[in-house]
Nanobody, 113 residues
Framework: QVSFVESGGALVQPGGSLRLSCEAS????????MGWYRQAPGKQREFVAS?????VISSADYVRFTISRDNAKNTVYLQMNSLKPEDTAVYLC?????????WGQGTQVTVSS
């Protein structure tokens, strides 16, 4: 079993920045791919970014979003810059290893003036 503590979501003005954190605990190791997804009301869940234990990154927006990881702490971070109202969503942490996938509860990000 894997559990998560997600934090960093907030209300921010357009153009602002946020840093999300997700600390995983339980039966997890550096072989897990850790990442972030988001889900806005009435929309499907969508991929934001992921990072392997070796630091290989995939991202939906390499310019504005930076994902990083601390394997010693089983923690993944998402630095989001130049936020737009359309970035408003619940951001969910995910840890995946082969067919084993675990989800956090999510942290709310609201971009509004």
């Amino acid at each position: 079993q894997v559990s998560f503590v997600e934090s960093g979501g907030a209300l921010v003005q357009p153009g602002g920045s946020l840093r999300l954190s997700c600390e995983a605990s339980g039966n997890i190791h550096s072989g897990y791919i850790m990442g972030w997804y988001r889900q806005a009301p009435g929309k499907q869940r969508e991929f934001v970014a992921s990072i392997t234990g070796d630091g290989v990154i995939s991202s939906a927006d390499y310019v504005r979003f930076t994902i990083s990881r601390d394997n010693a702490k089983n923690t993944v971070y998402l630095q989001m810059n130049s936020l737009k109202p359309e970035d408003t969503a619940v951001y969910l942490c995910n840890a995946k290893y082969t067919f084993d996938s675990h989800w956090g509860q999510g942290t709310q990000v609201t971009v509004s003036s």
